[in-house]
């Protein structure tokens, strides 16, 4: 390739880092941020080498003894890497006047807050036969805090307040990480092939599952397209895992998890029965990248603690649920011909909602149900097909009412009707009166609670079978 200049030499100055930044920087530096399952630092290390760069220097506010460990002398990129400590809260101007003895010839300059995204052998491509062109100092530095070619003597020129001679371009070359969201998105971007990885690591075990070397996965384990996971990092018994999910390496995700478009940096523990989704996990801190929303778990296991425990119906439950269909089936079938017959519709669907846990905030979190209900007016045959979803478990035989309502308001002092699994035979169905209003829902919802016992379900149970025997259809 033939370019009015030559570029041997790199420099990446460490960023101040916003303030939504500050919970991931932490215990990290900026260069150590994951994208992808491998730390920004490297990305940038195996981009320059394919451009020809020769030597590195990291100008480093955070952590330098970090990085260094990590880079060494970069051999392993084929880079002489150097690494300078600067102060944390250094301006710019005094950051590039301690940098700037690096600068003994044509130096590519960015931050370390900028990712490149695309080959930068096309940037260098574009930048061929430009030579630099004086800009006003504070254009140099917005430059340089993107990407840039600056010359030897730019740093003392920019220093002095002069124009000085840059070649640099309007480019999407790199993009700027400067909240955690921005991190986020450019994992989830990386699994989609929307960034380039200029060498990939690991493996694809199957479409969609990319694999370092020392993963171990136990059997029950599902995913969906696309999940990374680092080196030597333990996915314990019945995980599901996907869409869109990189965990880092070292890391041990225990049994029951439910994992989707989430990043888990290296070194974490998941406890077991946790449910993630959309959040940034490292160590104890889980961001919430929706909220942008940083909270710190002392106990990993307590992530656990957001998903309801399953808690099977019974088989007694099931074994009557399938004895009242099977009686009730001839019944049905004959409403549904007279409806079908007038030109009515038999059959609705309708969703509810099932309390599945808790989020990070300790809001309840609800699963939607579609349920089949028969076009009647009598509550009782109305839910009749709900006997269904009883035999496969989704509903309890004898609850409380189920609420039509993803996010239902709910009295504080009705609070613990929140976790409760509905169920198809209610008190509230059974009441008097035709027209409750919802705080009436809710005390009857309450008192069944407090005083259900086998013997108050059983009659429940013979009152409702009762109330069958007066079907009124439209």
């Known amino acids: 390739m033939t370019t009015g200049i030559k570029i041997k030499q790199a420099l990446l100055i460490d960023s101040d880092g916003d303030e939504l930044m500050q919970p991931l920087l932490e215990h990290h530096s900026m260069a150590m941020l994951p994208i992808g399952g491998k730390p920004l630092v490297q990305f940038w290390c195996e981009h320059l080498n394919q451009i020809g760069v020769k030597k590195l220097h990291l100008a480093m506010r955070r952590f330098p003894e970090q990085v260094r460990d990590f880079v060494g002398k970069g051999e392993r990129w084929g880079l002489e890497i150097s690494i300078s400590s600067i102060p ?5 101007d005094e950051t590039y006047r301690l940098v700037s003895s690096y600068l003994n010839e044509n130096t590519l300059v960015s931050a370390l807050d900028q990712l490149p995204e695309k080959d930068l052998q096309d940037w260098v491509t574009a930048i061929s036969g430009m030579t630099p062109v004086p800009r006003p100092a504070e254009d140099t530095k917005a430059a340089i805090s993107k990407l840039a070619v600056i010359g030897p003597d730019g740093m003392r020129q920019l220093l002095n307040g002069q124009e000085t001679a840059v070649i640099a371009t309007d480019t999407d070359a790199v993009r700027t990480i400067k909240k955690p969201k921005d991190l986020w998105q450019a994992n989830m971007d990386l699994l989609a092939g929307r960034i380039t990885d200029p060498l990939p690591s690991g493996f694809e075990g199957e479409e969609g599952l990319f694999l370092d070397v020392g993963v171990q996965i136990k059997p029950a384990f599902q995913f969906e397209p696309r999940c990374s996971m680092g080196r ?30 989430s990043v888990i940096f290296d070194h974490t523990y998941v406890g077991s029965h946790s449910d993630l989704n959309r959040v940034i996990v490292n160590g104890r801190l889980v961001y919430q990248v929706d909220h942008d929303l940083a909270t710190w778990i002392d106990d990993p296991a307590i992530v656990g603690s957001t998903q309801v425990k399953t808690r099977s119906v019974g088989i007694g439950s099931r074994m009557l649920a399938l004895s009242l269909l099977c009686l009730s089936f001839p019944v049905i079938a004959l409403i549904a011909i007279v409806q079908m017959l007038g030109g009515k519709t038999a059959f609705t669907k309708d969703t509810i909602y099932i309390p599945i846990g808790r989020d990070l905030m ?19 045959w109305r839910k009749m097909p709900w006997m269904l979803n009883v035999i ?13 309502e993803a996010a239902p308001v709910i009295p504080d002092w009705a609070r613990e009707l929140a976790s409760v699994r509905p169920g198809v035979i209610t008190l509230y169905d059974l009441a008097e009166e035709n027209e409750f209003s919802n705080e009436d829902k809710y005390v009857t919802d309450s008192y069944y609670l407090v ?12 009152r409702w079978i009762v109330r069958l025997l007066q079907p009124t259809t439209r």
Request: aromatic fraction near 4%.
């Open 232 to 261: 030597h990092t333990l996915i314990e018994t019945k995980n599901q895992l996907g869409p869109d999910v990189v965990i880092g390496s070292h890391c041990i995700v225990d049994k029951a998890c439910r994992i989707r478009e």
């Open 392 to 404: 496969k478990g989704d509903l309890e035989l004898v609850g409380i009412t189920p609420s039509h």
């Open 362 to 380: 300790g809001s309840v979190t609800y699963h939607a149900l579609q349920v089949y209900s028969l076009v009647v007016d009598q509550p009782f």
């Open 451 to 462: 005083t259900r016992t086998l013997q108050s379900n059983l009659a429940l149970l013979a």
């Open 88 to 92: 944390e809260h250094t301006d710019s």
